[in-house]
């Protein structure tokens, strides 16, 4: 049995199970929503009882951490009133939740999620070109790296602000940190993340799931809101994207990324430089990949249920 934990609006995990219902397989999903009881976590395996099915470790040959978490049974922290007790309660529940993490994913694939700037470090073990950064509170230091690299931008340590309601979206887009920028920042700030901006021909999305590669193109550099974001795209202007081979070199460094980072399964996103070099930017255990589905030439949530199936025929 495959199981999959993954976010119910999350299309492509839909595709990949009925993938493999088709193969005649059985799969079973998790959501971050989904009532859990733990009925048993033994030495030799576990038992739970979710949405009132019940999933036997013993059964799992295939285990894929698409998006999302394991939820947890938080009910008995409403009704602690004693401070010391619900800190009691929080920890053993964290516990909880990282034993049933463990016995899982020792059994297959990703990790609990990454880090930006640790991902920098292990890029640039693996042989991959990065942009230079500095983590800094000084502005001191800031004009420093602005005066050696010139154009710079700054980035949220995680995956920024993302923020919706009824009315609008609200979300932090990347910008060029200028001089002007630099006037108006306090001698010391919150602690920062700066990145020097390369100039490139265009982005890279790649998506990585086991030993297959994907990769797609965004040309970019054409329209001016783009150039620095490509999210900030015009509405009524299409962004061109088509498929791309990278060379064997650069699939090879970012096969070795994952394996050091004990992952399976990768968004990543490059930029191919004015310079002709391949420089690492960012990798999302989580990422989206449909737009690189929509623009292969292979079916990827196909070969993705395929490549789970083989665990399944193998045991």
Not at 175 to 194: H, M, N, V
Request: aromatic share 14%; glycine share 4%.
């Amino acid at each position: 049995m495959v199981l999959i934990l993954t976010e119910r609006k999350d299309t492509m995990s839909y595709e990949v199970y009925s993938h493999i219902k088709n193969n005649g397989h059985k799969v079973f999903l998790i959501f971050p929503d989904s009532e859990i009881e733990v009925l048993y976590i033994t030495i030799d395996g576990f038992s739970l009882k979710v949405d009132g099915e019940i999933l036997v470790s013993d059964e799992i040959t295939s285990f894929w951490h698409r998006r999302g978490h394991i939820p947890m049974n938080e009910g008995i922290l409403k009704i602690c009133k004693e401070s010391e007790i619900l800190d009691y309660f929080k920890t053993d529940l964290k516990t909880l939740y990282d034993v049933l993490y463990f016995v899982l994913f020792k059994r297959n694939l990703n990790i609990m999620g990454t880090n930006r700037v640790i991902n920098f470090f292990y890029a640039k073990k693996c042989g991959i070109d990065i942009p230079n950064f500095i983590i800094t509170q000084s502005k001191l230091e800031l004009v420093k790296f602005k005066q050696t690299y010139n154009d710079i931008i700054v980035k949220s340590f995680s995956d920024g602000i993302f923020l919706k309601n009824e009315i609008s979206v609200t979300m932090n887009y990347t910008e060029l940190y200028t001089w002007d920028d630099l006037l108006i920042t306090p001698a010391s700030f919150f602690p920062s993340l700066f990145v020097e901006y390369i100039h490139k021909k265009y982005e890279i999305r790649v998506f990585i799931f086991d030993s297959l590669l994907y990769s797609v193109v965004f040309l970019t550099q054409s329209e001016n809101n783009t150039k620095v974001d490509m999210r900030r795209s015009s509405k009524g202007t299409p962004q061109r994207i088509f498929e791309i081979y990278l060379p064997t070199d650069i699939q090879g460094k970012l096969l070795s990324l994952l394996s050091i980072l004990s992952i399976s399964s990768a968004s990543i996103d490059l930029i191919y430089g004015s310079d002709g070099n391949y420089y690492f930017l960012d990798l999302n255990p989580f990422g989206q990949f449909e737009v690189v589905h929509q623009n292969s030439n292979n079916s990827i949530t196909y070969e993705i249920a395929n490549k789970l199936c083989q665990n399944i025929q193998a045991n």
